[in-house]
């Protein structure tokens, strides 16, 4: 089968960490920010467990 | 190893045939389900064909009897090709063909229906059938996992390794999702369902489909894959994220805040690595190709709507946006946009590239186009529609009208889903005639041969087919089976200790016990959830949020992923199990516009002549939120305090009374419906007495209790006082024919206060204002009669005979001339306003 060329270009590479700093960065934004605005309570701690 | 090696051409046909089979009799399911929505009415009666058990035959064929079949027919096909060498044995490849279809699809379709099943999503088998698919599953490894393994491990091809990690661990979460729920109760278990819920779709599914994408697009376009690293990147980060999801089916639950966060942010991953994968799909493949080959055009639609419903399940998965959708018809556009639209569409692009090169396959492109565009049109509409209607049921959930109103206005989405089902069906039809019709090829099929694999250079253990497989496969198993089982299990366990209040009325009576396994068998919990989420819409319609103490003894939990009914964790608190025997004789007895099935069968021809099964179920909903008490009851009041009634439009009342109350109080107020009859006590004849507002008002806010009317305080005010007018302009006491007089109007006053004095007062007052020594002792509590004024006829009806359900007794002893007495005396009593008969309702 075709697998394709199996060295890695840098702007490759640079796709790959860039969604990974990506992901990074949305996952802080959405824990940190956007889900506690939105149900205070729950995320105050209330919640068993946390 | 040299030479041609031989493509299990008959076993590809075989399980082809089957796919197409299970695909279409899977949808036949599906559709069924889909109209029993609008018409309950449809297949009703027979317990083999209620709505729960064919729901389950739905997923899991589409799940083993098409995707499965499909996939095996693929991988007879892919893997001497992948491995360079052929599958382990044809005889095996046989037993494993009537393992799968004969046994497990036939066999677990068959007892579903008989009512054997298990409430597991993804898993409703029953376990003996999860056993026999366990055992196929090893056969899968030895069969296609073997063959793949001996081959030069650097040699493997990113399609072998999807198809190796997929085998493997799917094999292991699968007696996960099956076992585990079962011996570890509630939210405990729920970690477990959840991992089982995502990888059958995550680990079984999506392996191979991409494993189809992998091979087709340049086995079509002649070209390698874009990128290998990209596949490789791809391939470690999917079978990395995608196990740890599954706790994304529970946000706002019991399950500790810790792991919902985990859920989440790998989720998030889940949709980035999904944009890696898809990007070097498609940067494999020219567009004027795809168009070319239909079936790479049904692949390369698969790899588009990968991307869409990644990144919409991604977005789903975000607590903040969670809390919206979840439950509602968004959801099941979501996974129909999965299954369909990436899953199907991939196997189908496979089925159809493998069948034009088997020998003995008929092959009519001209129907394999037809079916392309059907099930594309279908498709896209589908999820449109069951997108809005989500959309709109979120909205009504997180204001304050009755449930019902949420399923009132989804039946337009829910009858265009049925009807774009058939355009769906057609698609698969049109497939099914692609691969039954049309010219057999005569040719044999193209050898592999052995020698012709490129020379790879060797590379390190960590690159080797072992080290993918165990570590794709085993090592993250562990990973997601200790990060969403055992860790959140442990700190569950711990927190259950601690919290459980020392008198919870926590096990179930044998009867409970045994409603429990029907509310199981009949599906209930894939419409009505067993889990009040942290979230303040939840909280306000059905009260305090499940804790995980209350759960600890659900084996296995129900607590149910989509609500068309209303959540029922507080079902002790809400209604009486007189009204649950009727609803569950008829639904529409007691809600008009329910869609919910009904299970006459349970009863012997009536509401009020239930059988065991009846009883033991209307027991265990009764015992449900019964341990947090009745404290943890929603607290939703909304209605203005002042009634307005004045202001009410009784025409339009009459509109809302007919949505709500008619089941009940029959279409004309006078309680003549057969399920208003079955209540205990029954319901009220709202024609046979006059009653002031504050009574009519004070009903419609907070229901009445001790009987099954309950609180309307959710409905909009405008929608409360007019539906008050029409009930007050119901009222006809009507009076005494002069010719049925027994005595004098004041003497029969006379008379009648002493019966009431000697009789009627310790519960109804010595003014009638049913406050009585004994009242407090009675629910529901006396009639007050300065509220509400009885026409003789129902007077002399409840005296002589009682009121089933309530403190009245029977007075047979009394004479025709003391009734007629007390009657009157009673009806002196009244402070509210005489009403008149009935108006002239506006059309």
């Known amino acids: 089968m075709g697998a394709g060329p199996r060295a890695a270009s840098w702007p490759q590479r640079l796709f790959v960490l860039l969604l990974l700093l990506l992901g990074m960065l949305i996952s802080v934004t959405v824990i940190r920010v956007i889900d506690p605005a939105a149900e205070p309570r729950a995320e105050a701690g209330r919640t068993p467990g946390k | 190893m040299s030479g041609a090696i031989r493509t299990e051409a008959r076993l590809i046909r075989a399980h082809g045939y089957a796919a197409i089979g299970g695909l279409l009799l899977s949808a036949l399911f599906g559709l069924a389900v889909s109209l029993k929505f609008h018409a309950p009415a449809f297949l009703n009666g027979q317990a083999w064909l209620t709505w729960g058990r064919l729901r389950y035959d739905h997923t899991q064929g589409i799940l083993y009897a098409w995707l499965g079949n499909a996939f095996l027919a693929f991988l007879y096909y892919a893997l001497p090709r992948l491995a360079r060498r052929p599958v382990t044995s044809a005889r095996l490849g046989w037993a494993l063909f009537i393992v799968w279809n004969v046994i497990a699809v036939l066999g677990g379709w068959t007892l579903v229906l008989a009512g054997v099943s298990q409430p597991l999503e993804w898993a409703e088998f029953p376990l003996a059938i999860a056993g026999v698919i366990e055992c196929a599953w090893a056969l899968i490894i030895l069969q296609f996992g073997l063959p793949l393994l001996r081959r030069g491990a650097e040699a493997i091809y990113v399609s072998g390794w999807y198809l190796l990690g997929g085998v493997l661990f799917t094999s292991l979460a699968y007696p996960v999702g099956n076992l585990v729920p079962r011996f570890l109760p509630g939210a405990m278990g729920a970690g477990f369902s959840g991992l089982w819920i995502h990888d059958a779709v995550g680990l079984f599914i999506t392996p191979f489909a991409l494993a189809i994408a992998y091979f087709v697009i340049p086995a079509v376009s002649r070209r390698p894959i874009y990128s290998h690293f990209y596949s490789m990147v791809g391939f470690w980060l999917l079978f990395l994220v995608y196990p740890l999801n599954g706790i994304h089916h529970y946000l706002y639950s019991a399950l500790p805040m810790s792991s919902q966060h985990a859920a989440e942010v790998a989720s998030i991953y889940q949709g980035l690595d999904v944009i890696l994968v898809v990007t070097n799909l498609l940067l494999s493949i020219r567009a004027s190709e795809a168009w070319a080959d239909v079936p790479l055009r ?32 968004w959801v099941i556009g979501h996974s129909h946009l999965a299954m369909i639209g990436f899953a199907s569409f991939a196997a189908m692009g496979a089925l159809a590239h493998i069948w034009q090169q088997t020998p003995g396959a008929r092959f009519h492109p001209g129907a394999l186009a037809w079916s392309y565009w059907l099930l594309t049109v279908g498709l896209c509409l589908m999820v449109a529609d069951l997108t809005a209607a989500g959309l709109v049921q979120a909205g009504l959930w997180r204001g304050t009208l009755p449930w019902i109103e949420s399923v009132r206005v989804s039946r337009p989405y829910w009858i265009f889903r049925t009807l774009d089902g058939l355009v769906l ?291 909009p005010a405008a929608d409360l006082r007019n539906v008050a007018a029409y009930t007050l302009q119901l009222g006809d006491p009507g009076d005494l024919p002069a010719a049925e007089r027994r005595a004098p109007p004041d003497v029969l006053l006379e008379a009648g206060k002493r019966v009431y004095d000697m009789h009627c007062t310790a519960c109804h007052g010595d003014t009638g204002a049913g406050d009585g020594p004994e009242a407090g002792r009675h629910e529901p509590r006396p009639a007050a009669f300065l509220e509400m004024q009885p026409s003789y006829p129902l007077a002399r009806r409840v005296i002589h005979s009682g009121v089933a359900g309530t403190a009245m007794s029977a007075w047979p002893l009394l004479t025709p001339a003391e009734i007629q007495a007390v009657t009157t005396y009673i009806r002196s009593l009244y402070r509210g306003p005489q009403r008149g008969r009935p108006v002239e309702v506006r059309k």
């Open chain 2, 298 to 329: 049904f692949v390369w639609t698969s790899v588009m709507l990968y991307l869409v419903v990644s990144v919409q399940g991604s977005l789903q998965a975000v607590m903040s946006f969670n809390r919206y959708i979840h439950f509602t018809d």
């Open chain 2, 425 to 715: 069906l057609g698609g698969f039809v049109a497939f099914g005639l692609s691969l039954l019709r049309g010219p057999a090829r005569r040719a044999q099929i193209a050898e592999v041969d052995a020698d012709s694999h490129e020379a790879l250079p060797r590379r390190s253990w960590l690159g080797s087919a072992y080290a993918a497989t165990f570590g794709a496969g085993l090592l993250f198993f562990v990973v997601s089976f200790v990060a969403l089982g055992i860790l959140p299990a442990l700190r569950l366990r711990a927190e259950i200790r601690e919290s459980t209040p020392p008198a919870a009325h926590l096990a179930l009576s044998p009867a409970e016990r045994r409603g429990r396994a029907i509310y199981a068998r009949e599906g209930c919990a894939y419409c009505h959830t067993q889990q009040v989420r942290e979230t303040r819409a939840d909280m306000l319609r059905f009260g305090a949020p499940t804790a995980a103490w209350e759960t600890q003894r659900e084996f296995p939990q129900m607590w149910g992923t989509r609500r068309v009914g209303p959540d029922l964790a507080r079902e002790s608190t809400q209604r009486r199990a007189d009204w649950q025997l009727v609803h569950l004789f008829d639904p529409r007895y007691t809600a008009p516009d329910s869609v919910m099935p009904a299970y006459p069968w349970m009863f012997d021809g009536a509401p009020d002549r239930p059988g065991r099964d009846a009883l033991d179920l209307a027991a265990y909903l009764g015992s449900l939120g019964r341990a947090a008490g009745s404290g943890a009851g929603p607290a939703m009041c909304v209605a203005p305090s002042s009634p307005g009634m004045a202001k009410g439009d009784p025409g339009q009342g009459r509109r809302v009374f007919q949505h709500n109350c008619a089941g009940c109080h029959g279409e004309g107020g006078v309680a003549d419906s057969p399920g208003g009859q079955a209540l205990s006590p029954p319901a009220f004849d709202l024609a046979a007495a006059a009653m002031a507002d504050s009574l009519v008002w004070r009903a419609l806010r907070q229901g009445v209790p001790g009987t099954s009317m309950p609180s309307w305080a959710g409905l």
